[in-house]
């Protein structure tokens, strides 16, 4: 069955400290890629995607993420984080050629930032 | 401004009542989508629609119903039928075709009490 894992449920970094998210995804052909962010209690909004092309996505608010084929894997990631990167991350993946009715989400990491 | 309003943000309803949930969008998107979120389970699609006067079942669809009689609005009523209704709900659209995104609302946090 298709799937995407989050393997982190929370990761909690310092300030300026730099950051990697993990997702693994698990289909039978290249899907596309998501990464979504959502702060409490508001809907969420899209950081970047991969189609197809440069396996280096650059996004919004300073993220970028590395899609390895031989991995299955999208992490995201961030060199430096502020304190308003904390928020629950989601990974996202889908196969269609028709729109989004196949999207799959990973179970979301939360990221804490302290001080 | 272009967006997706899911209207309300908080609904209060009592066990055995259904609710209606708004979401409207006014992208121009063909396709629209809801969602529910439960923590540590992500987001489970429970209905979507790809065009007016069509919808297909997502994953969770039992006991909610949505109708879509225009481009712009893709209600959702969650019946008595749901065991368990509690959650957060996420309305979402995209246009149809590859190489798109979906676009997702504020969400509205629905407690039966």
């Known amino acids: 069955a298709q799937s995407v894992t989050q393997p982190d449920i929370h990761i909690t970094v310092s300030e300026g400290a730099s950051l990697e998210l993990r997702c693994n995804y698990s289909?039978?052909?290249?899907?596309?890629l998501f990464w979504y962010v959502q702060s409490p209690g508001q809907g969420l909004q899209l950081l970047l995607k991969?189609?197809?092309?440069?396996?280096l996505v650059q996004g919004i608010k300073g993220f970028e993420a590395e899609f390895k084929r031989s991995q299955s894997s999208f992490n995201l990631r961030k060199p430096s984080v502020h304190w308003s990167d904390a928020a629950e991350y989601f990974c996202?993946?889908?196969?269609?050629?028709?729109?989004?009715?196949?999207?799959?989400f990973g179970t979301g990491t939360r990221l804490t930032i302290i001080p | 401004d272009g967006g997706i309003t899911q209207s309300p943000k908080y609904l209060f309803r009592k066990e055995g009542q259904n609710v209606t949930l708004s979401c409207e969008q006014n992208?121009?998107?063909?396709?629209m989508y809801w969602y529910r979120q439960d923590p540590g389970q992500g987001l489970r699609l429970i209905y979507y629609?790809?065009?007016?006067?069509?919808?297909q079942k997502g994953d969770i669809a039992e006991g909610y119903s949505v109708s879509r009689e225009k481009k712009e609005s893709f209600p959702l009523t969650v019946t008595s039928a749901q065991k368990n209704p509690t959650a957060f709900y996420l309305c979402?659209?995209?246009?149809?075709?590859?190489?798109?995104?979906?676009?997702f609302g504020q969400g509205t946090r629905l407690t039966v009490v």
């Open positions: 979402a659209s995209s246009p149809t075709g590859p190489n798109t995104e979906a676009f």
């Open positions: 289909y039978g052909a290249t899907p596309y």
């Open positions: 991969y189609f197809s092309g440069d396996t």
């Open positions: 996202a993946a889908e196969i269609s050629n028709f729109g989004n009715e196949k999207l799959t």
């Open positions: 992208l121009n998107h063909d396709a």
């Open positions: 629609s790809q065009i007016v006067n069509d919808f």
